[in-house]
């Protein structure tokens, strides 16, 4: 009997520690929410570097075999991986991942989606026919992902559903404290003049106003004549500053700076730009260049 008893310690010491969850997340910001949902129960890999602008990725080998490996996939959603998405999930042949079960977590699912547009068309530039993708400023919408994240976590890993949603409790209390300092900063009947639609969302919440955009149409270069016409309306209405992001050229924001002496504010745009380490980081950075 005790030769048995001292087999299944053994047996027991050398059994596998905790397998962490394997979660593929698209963007940088996804990555770090899970990060702080799940901490030593996920393990994290993120496909879209910093560096690269997010509208524009191709499925590469690499993000097939990680893919392939998931036991969740968490992407944006509202077709901004619509360019490698769909060929990433058939190539790995996983069906943990595909839609329609839980290894799937499409985080645009909880949102408040803006610019919905009524008709979408090729006509009007790279608009994207489920909304405008870039909620992840909006700190309203990132307490509904981050609870509906940990929702998916605990249907993927049950073992540890109540600690996943106590982090996200945890996650969503930070954000309302947060909120009363953002708040303070001031940002309020500030007007903006963006490089991209990419600022919506924080504009709303922060009652500031978008007076333009450089790009003619949404993924188009400007004419000659639409900035021409921009540094007028610039000059006329009086913008509190150009907000561009690092992964956009940067030629034309600092020329139409240079013409109307309004100041280029390069603004992070997700988690690890300007050395943001977390979403509370970003936000923090994202809000004093505003200020």
């Known amino acids: 009997m005790q030769k048995i008893i001292v087999m299944l310690c053994i047996l027991m010491m050398a059994s596998p520690a905790f397998a962490a969850v394997k979660v593929v997340a698209t963007l940088p910001w996804i990555g770090s929410l899970a990060k702080e949902i799940g901490k030593d129960k996920v393990d994290i890999t993120t496909l879209v570097k910093i560096s690269q602008d997010p509208h524009s990725i191709e499925a590469k080998p690499s993000m097939i075999a990680a893919a392939r490996r998931a036991d969740i996939l968490m992407y944006n959603g509202l077709d901004l991986e619509v360019g490698y998405l769909p060929i990433l999930m058939e190539a790995a042949k996983n069906p ?3 839609p329609g079960n839980v290894g799937n977590l499409n985080c645009s699912i909880f949102v408040d989606v803006l610019e919905k547009p009524a008709a979408p068309c090729r006509c009007n530039g790279d608009v994207h026919p489920l909304g405008n993708p870039h909620y992840h400023l909006s700190p309203s919408n990132m307490k509904k992902v ?3 994240m940990a929702g998916q976590l605990a249907k993927v890993d049950q073992a540890h559903a109540d600690f996943y949603r106590q982090n996200a409790q945890q996650f969503n209390a930070k954000v309302d404290a947060k909120l009363k300092e953002w708040h303070n900063r001031k940002l309020k009947g500030k007007k903006f003049t963006a490089q991209h639609k990419y600022f919506e969302y924080l504009a709303k919440e922060f009652e500031f106003t978008i007076l333009g955009y450089l790009e003619e149409k949404p993924g188009i270069p400007p004419s000659s004549a639409h900035v021409q016409a921009l540094i007028y309306s610039i000059n006329k209405l009086k ?9 956009h050229n940067q030629t034309i924001p600092r020329f139409i700076s240079s013409k109307t002496n309004i100041k280029r504010t390069v603004v992070p745009h997700d988690v690890g730009a300007g050395a943001t380490k977390d979403w509370f980081t970003m936000m923090d950075s994202v809000i004093k260049a505003l200020e």
């Open 96 to 98: 943990a991942i595909n």
């Open 146 to 148: 981050a609870t509906g």
């Open 239 to 247: 913008s509190d500053a150009i907000l561009t992001t690092e992964y």
